[in-house]
């Protein structure tokens, strides 16, 4: 019953930007961390940025000074602001988020179904 829908993928050359948003949304209690991880075909998932509630960052060092997670947390959407896009960020970006549907639930992962980022050179 809860679902996270992803927008903002695209293809963008080299030096360039694009921002993801990625929006939960059905029986929703309260939403913890959210985040934005990555996967290449043949290759591990893998994180890029995460974000808590309170607004705490994390990011990987390959996007450190580039990208940028933000949220709205009234709205239950997370976003991730990519600067200065380089060819090997191309992959399919997924947000995640940490869901509890009651107060009686423990938190869930629940993920997006995923966004082509393409950046070319």
């Known amino acids: 019953q809860v679902q996270l829908v992803e927008s903002g993928g695209g293809l963008v050359q080299a030096g360039g930007s694009l921002r993801l948003s990625c929006a939960a949304s059905g029986s929703i209690f309260s939403v913890g961390a959210m985040g934005w991880y990555r996967q290449a075909p043949g290759k591990q998932r893998e994180v890029v940025a995460t974000?808590?509630?309170?607004?705490?960052?994390n990011y990987r060092d390959s996007v450190k000074g580039r990208f940028t997670v933000s949220r709205d947390v009234a709205k239950n959407t997370v976003y991730l602001q990519m600067n200065s896009l380089k060819p090997e960020d191309t992959a399919v970006y997924y947000c995640?988020?940490?869901?509890?549907?009651?107060?009686?639930?423990?938190?869930?992962?629940?993920w997006g179904q995923g966004s082509q980022v393409t950046v070319s050179s």
């Open positions: 974000i808590t509630r309170g607004g705490s960052t």
């Open positions: 995640n988020a940490a869901i509890r549907t009651s107060y009686y639930s423990d938190p869930a992962g629940y």
